[in-house]
């Protein structure tokens, strides 16, 4: 028995009509014929009453319809799970994050999830790579960040943007600075040393707010490379901002203080990808917010 002779049957019962039946098949009607009467052959009885003017069900053909719908049905669901189940055994997530995150510190957002999924998604690997390109399924990184370089680069039309969850903001310092020793430390107390930070506009836009909003006047100095801000810190004078992905906050020669303040940690991905991969970008996305206890309108 043939898939064909199957689905050649069921559109010939629901058109009652040869003619019409090969129309919406494709096919043609002899095609159509053949395939039916080596069907019924098979079985050993008829299935259809032909004659010039009219297609009528037999009663096993009645019997045989709603049979062969449920055989289709299931296989139908069967294959889908198959497929779906293949995709992911195979399937491996290139998570992009950008470059002044510490990889040891965001996979603590995504570790969790790999155990969720575990079951799911035996052979699920989930790879954390610098940012230079937009050949990664997920970009993972401030929110703000992320909608900039998307808007730099003309992709607001391809790429969507959400956001994640909130993390803690930090000062960063050497451990040779001044202030260093001073107890009960605050971001006021750097106010007369270099506020260092990153050349983009969101960077800037977020030291003046936490500058307007602390009353603090610094100087502010826009550098473009983060080992660049790394090398004058470890000159002990000047701080810089981060977030607890920063990673900064393992640097052997730099200390760090918690500022009352929250970054948006956020993600982006391709619009148009396919259907089972933005159904477990989507899980994932959910699963980090779930994790984070902070799900972000």
Same mark, same amino acid.
């Not at 002779?5 to 009652?16: C, G, H, M, T």
């Not at 299931?74 to 889908?80: A, H, M, N, P, Q």
């Given at each position: 028995m043939e898939s064909d $002779?199957?689905?050649?049957?069921?559109? =010939?019962? #629901?058109?009652?009509n040869f003619t019409k039946a090969s129309e919406h098949l494709f096919v043609s009607q002899s095609s159509v014929s053949k395939k039916i009467s080596s069907l019924e052959k098979e079985l050993g009885f008829t299935l259809l009453k032909r004659n010039h003017q009219m297609v009528k069900l037999t009663e096993n053909g009645k019997r045989f319809v709603k049979f062969f719908q449920r055989i289709e049905k #299931?296989?139908?669901? #069967?294959?889908?799970k198959a497929k779906y189940f293949e995709y992911h055994?195979?399937?491996?997530l290139k998570l992009g994050i950008i470059s002044n995150y510490d990889f040891t510190k965001l996979a603590s957002f995504l570790n969790p999830i790999k155990c969720d999924f575990q079951l799911d998604f035996a052979n699920l690997e989930i790879l954390l790579k610098g940012l230079n390109s937009f050949d990664y399924d997920l970009i993972i990184g401030q929110f703000k960040g992320i909608q900039q370089e998307i808007k730099n680069n003309a992709l607001i039309d391809s790429i969507e943007c959400v956001k994640l969850c909130e993390i803690n903001r930090y000062i960063f310092f050497a451990k040779n600075n001044p202030l260093a020793q001073k107890k009960d430390l605050k971001l006021k107390d750097f106010a007369?040393?270099?506020?260092?930070?990153?050349?983009s506009l =969101?960077?800037? $836009?977020n030291a003046e707010e936490i500058c307007m909003k602390e009353n603090i006047n610094p100087k502010l100095i826009s550098i473009l490379h983060n080992e660049t801000? #790394?090398?004058e810190l470890l000159k002990g004078d000047g701080f810089t901002l981060g977030d607890e992905c920063n990673k900064f906050i393992n640097h052997k020669d730099l200390d760090f203080i918690k500022i009352d303040y929250k970054q948006i940690l956020g993600c982006a991905y391709l619009k148009d990808i396919e259907l089972n991969k933005y159904k477990l970008l989507q899980q994932i996305i959910r699963q980090i917010q779930k994790n984070n206890n902070s799900k972000m309108e």
């Open positions: $002779q199957i689905k050649y049957f069921l559109q =010939v019962a #629901e058109d009652l #299931e296989f139908y669901e #069967e294959s889908s055994q195979k399937k491996t007369s040393q270099n506020f260092y930070i990153g050349s =969101v960077a800037l $836009q801000i #790394e090398y």
